[in-house]
């Protein structure tokens, strides 16, 4: 029962109407009903803000999960216009529209990737703001700038991050591999 979990762009009425049919059918009280709608969601600023809050009912949650979701959603990054880069500065460092890489699909025969399948059920916590489930994991030479590494990939679902890749200790602990801030 616990499994469900909002997913980002998921409309919050189809989490919440859907969770709530869960409760329902293991008649959990009002209280429990809210308890268990909170514990699916995978956003910390939402459960922070709804967490200031004593519920008398599910429906009471519902109104305020609705005008948390149109806040968060209004002052999202995806709504703040990026600069232009400028000309004296490395544009693969920026966070520019112009510079990010178009998402695709890969055929792993067709580029030569080995991909497997994690056996045992590994769940990434702290990841997003919630929980995460990789689907597999593959290792890919890695380059960043002048750095190049063969580095451990988690594959994950694509609700789960906006970002393509993320790359964290795997990659800057390489003893090759240097950060200057």
Do not use: W
Not at 32 to 42: K, P, Q, V
Not at 80 to 105: L, W
Not at 164 to 177: C, N, S, Y
């Amino acid at each position: 029962m616990e499994d469900r979990i909002y997913k980002r762009g998921e409309p919050i009425e189809c989490y919440y109407f859907d969770k709530l049919a869960k409760a329902r059918r293991c008649n959990l009280s009002d209280e429990a009903c809210i308890e268990y709608l909170i514990t699916g969601l995978n956003n910390q600023d939402i459960i922070r803000a709804i967490s200031t809050h004593a519920y008398d009912s599910p429906e009471e949650l519902l109104c305020c999960l609705k005008r948390l979701k149109e806040r968060v959603r209004a002052v999202g990054s995806r709504d703040i216009k990026h600069s232009k880069v400028s000309e004296f500065q490395n544009p693969a460092g920026h966070g520019n529209k112009e510079y990010r890489a178009a998402e695709t699909a890969l055929n792993e025969n067709r580029i030569g990737i080995k991909y497997s399948l994690i056996g045992k059920p590994l769940t990434i916590g702290g990841y997003g703001s919630g929980r995460v489930t990789p689907y597999g994991e593959t290792n890919v030479n890695l380059t960043v700038d002048q750095a190049t590494a063969d580095v451990p990939v988690l594959i994950v679902p694509n609700e789960s991050q906006a970002i393509p890749v993320i790359v964290g200790h795997p990659f800057t602990e390489q003893p090759h591999v240097m950060i200057v801030r």
